[in-house]
C-alpha cells in the first residue's frame, strides 16, 4: 500500500547548527502533512503542520518544506539545541481524521 | 488533568491473557484515536471516535481487539486472548473539536508486554 517513509534513520548535528529532516510521501492524494517530535517514553507531540497548497510553513526555530513534484516533506531546525534531541515523524492526512506515520528519523544533538 | 491520561503505563501479560487498557482524554476533546506503536516503528492507527461513536475501527489488527468509549469521554481498548505480536506500545490521543485535522495530542501510551 502507499506509505509515508523517511531517506535517514539517525541525523547527529552539532549543538547550534541546523538540522534537515527528510520525508518521501507515496500517496499523491494526501492533502495534509504533519511533523511530530516523540522523546523517549513519551507520546508524539505536534510540532507543524502543512497543507498541500502550501510549499512553505514557519513556526518557532522551524520550517516546513513540501515539494509535491517530488513527493517529499522536509523538516528543517535551526540552532539545534540538546532537548530537541528525539524521534522525528512524518505524517500525512489520507482520509477523514487517520494519519499513516512514517517510520521515524533519530535526531542527535551533540554538545 | 492537562493532558491525556493512559493507565497502565506498563502492563506485563501471558499469552492468552485478556488485557483493557484505559485512556482518559483532554476535557471536551470530541475525538478519540487508538494508535499502536511497535519498537523501532512509527505509531498505526488502529481506530477513531467521534464522541460515543466509532466511525473508523479499520486499523484493528483482528477481531481480537475491541475499543469502546460508551459516554463519548473515557476509552478503553480491549485485547482478547494476547499474543506476543501484540506487544508494543498503545497510543491514545485527542482532538478539539476545532484545529487542523493532523494536531493530536498524544498520551504516553501503554506499553504492553506479552511473555
Known amino acids: 500500500g502507499e506509505s509515508v517513509g523517511l531517506h535517514l534513520p539517525t541525523l547527529s548535528v552539532q549543538e547550534g547548527d541546523n538540522s534537515i529532516i527528510n520525508c518521501a510521501y507515496s500517496?499523491?492524494?494526501?492533502?495534509?502533512f504533519i511533523w511530530y517530535k516523540q522523546e523517549s517514553g513519551k507520546g508524539p507531540q505536534f510540532i507543524i503542520d502543512i497543507r498541500s497548497n502550501m510549499d512553505k510553513r514557519q513556526g518557532q526555530r522551524v520550517t516546513v518544506l513540501l515539494n509535491k513534484t517530488v513527493k517529499h516533506l522536509s523538516l528543517q531546525i535551526a540552532a539545534t539545541q540538546p532537548g530537541d534531541s528525539a524521534v522525528y515523524f512524518c505524517a500525512e492526512n489520507q482520509y477523514g481524521n487517520k494519519l499513516v506515520f512514517g517510520a521515524g528519523t533519530i535526531l542527535r544533538v551533540k554538545s | 488533568g492537562a493532558g491525556v491520561s493512559q493507565s497502565p503505563r506498563y502492563k506485563v501479560a501471558k499469552r492468552g491473557q485478556d488485557v483493557a487498557l484505559r485512556c482518559d482524554p483532554i476535557?471536551?476533546?470530541?475525538?478519540l484515536f487508538w494508535y499502536q506503536q511497535a519498537l523501532g516503528q512509527g505509531p498505526e492507527f488502529l481506530t477513531y471516535f467521534q464522541n460515543e461513536a466509532q466511525l473508523d475501527k479499520s486499523g484493528l489488527p483482528s477481531d481480537r481487539f475491541f475499543a469502546e468509549r460508551p459516554e463519548g469521554s473515557v476509552s478503553t481498548l480491549k485485547i482478547q486472548r494476547t499474543q506476543q505480536e501484540d506487544s508494543a506500545v498503545y497510543l491514545c490521543?485527542?482532538?478539539?473539536?476545532?484545529?487542523?485535522?493532523?494536531?493530536?495530542?498524544f498520551g504516553e501510551g501503554s506499553r504492553l508486554t506479552v511473555l
Open positions: 490521543a485527542s482532538k478539539p473539536r476545532t484545529g487542523g485535522a493532523g494536531e493530536l495530542f
Open positions: 500517496n499523491s492524494a494526501s492533502d495534509y
Open positions: 476535557s471536551g476533546h470530541v475525538s
